[in-house]
């Protein structure tokens, strides 16, 4: 392994914190602190020790390799552009940006400059995620027909500058995709503001997945936190659990004709699903050992599936936005 990697975090909030964390533990990287303009974020990042900077502008000042950008979404073009400019690598949280403009010109600037540029889609790292992928792989799920994923949950006051889909339904999108590799099609979108007078809180999506039929279910009013997808195959089924990071595997088999309502029940509820071997670990500390490797010169996954989610988000934005100008029923 070569010298170690400066690296800083850009926002140290809910998420900034986790990353901070991280890094300050990963061998090979040396933390090289965090910035935030809220002196209160500062003096909480001194009592972790780690250097704090008010500006981006103070922290180049220092010698650095990458910074993640985990600032609020409205924040990710500018902050990541000053940094890809100042020739520094990257992970920005998801989702890239605000606008397919603005995700696309932060993806052009950072190939022309020969700068890594990744989204932190920590579900990916997910090892319940991981080992489905290694299920589909093998063939054991055969051809995907139907997948549905739910993340719901209660409001976060924190996020001011998205709405449910482009704040949260993005993991899905992009899971849906990387399980798939496949990009998807928006077919129909429902939803509204329950809560909210400004943002679009739960929305339904249909999406065709290279001719898998795709639904998405997400919000802020539930007030259970449920993170789940399934995905029902010609040979087998696939139940995920981000949560407490579990896979399930049902091998396809043939109804059952049986004779007493116990045996009926029994066949649904004995050993239908099967718990895959899942390694608990913390999601987004793999997300960051891959940055690390990424900037050591591993293939860094390509931001233009990032871009491709938020245009999802966005057409199921507007097609919201679009029902409820009119009135019809959300
Ligand atoms: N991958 C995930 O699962 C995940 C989870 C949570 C949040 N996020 C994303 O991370 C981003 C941050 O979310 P959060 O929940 O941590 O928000 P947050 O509001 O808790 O934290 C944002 C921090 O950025 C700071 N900040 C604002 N302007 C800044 C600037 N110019 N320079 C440096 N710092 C600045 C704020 O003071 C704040 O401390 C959002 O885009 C969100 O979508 C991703």
Redesign the pocket.
């Known amino acids: 392994m070569s010298a170690k990697l400066a690296i800083a975090v850009?926002?140290?909030?809910?998420?900034?914190r986790q990353h901070a964390r991280n890094l300050a533990n990963i061998e090979g990287v040396d933390f090289a602190g965090v910035?935030?303009?809220?002196s209160d974020?500062r003096a909480s990042a001194e009592s972790h020790g780690y250097p704090s900077f008010s500006?981006?502008e103070d922290l180049l000042k220092n010698p650095l390799d990458a910074a993640v950008v985990?600032?609020?979404?409205a924040?990710?073009y500018p902050?990541s552009l000053q940094l890809i400019h100042a020739g520094i690598g990257v992970l920005v949280?998801?989702?890239l940006a605000q606008t397919i403009e603005q995700g696309t010109e932060m993806i052009e600037r950072s190939r022309a400059g020969g700068i890594p540029l990744m989204v932190?889609y920590?579900e990916r790292f997910n090892p319940a995620i991981i080992a489905a992928q290694g299920l589909i792989r093998d063939g054991l799920v055969g051809k995907p027909l139907q997948v549905t994923t739910r993340r719901v949950g209660t409001w976060p006051a924190?996020?001011r500058d998205?709405n449910v889909i482009v704040?949260i339904g993005v993991?899905d999108i992009d899971l849906i995709s990387f399980l798939l590799q496949t990009n998807l099609t928006l077919l129909d979108a429902q939803g509204g503001m329950a809560i909210s007078t400004d943002r679009i809180d739960y929305a339904s999506l249909m999406m065709d997945a290279g001719g898998v039929a795709a639904t998405a279910l997400i919000n802020w009013v539930t007030p259970v936190k449920i993170r789940d997808m399934t995905i029902t195959g010609l040979a087998g089924f696939l139940q995920i659990d981000y949560l407490r990071q579990q896979t399930h595997f049902a091998p396809g088999r043939d109804f059952v004709i049986t004779e007493s309502y116990e045996d009926f029940i029994a066949q649904y509820e004995e050993g239908v699903l099967l718990e895959c071997p899942v390694v608990r670990r913390e999601p987004l500390r793999l997300e960051l050992e891959k940055f690390v490797d990424v900037l050591h010169g591993a293939e860094c996954p390509d931001p233009k599936i990032a871009l491709e989610s938020l245009r999802i988000a966005l057409e199921a934005t507007g097609m919201i936005e679009r029902k409820l100008r009119l009135g019809a029923p959300t």
């Open positions: 850009v926002g140290f909030g809910a998420i900034g910035v935030d303009p809220l974020a500006s981006v985990s600032v609020p979404t924040l990710h902050i949280e998801k989702p932190g920590v924190r996020v998205a704040d993991h």
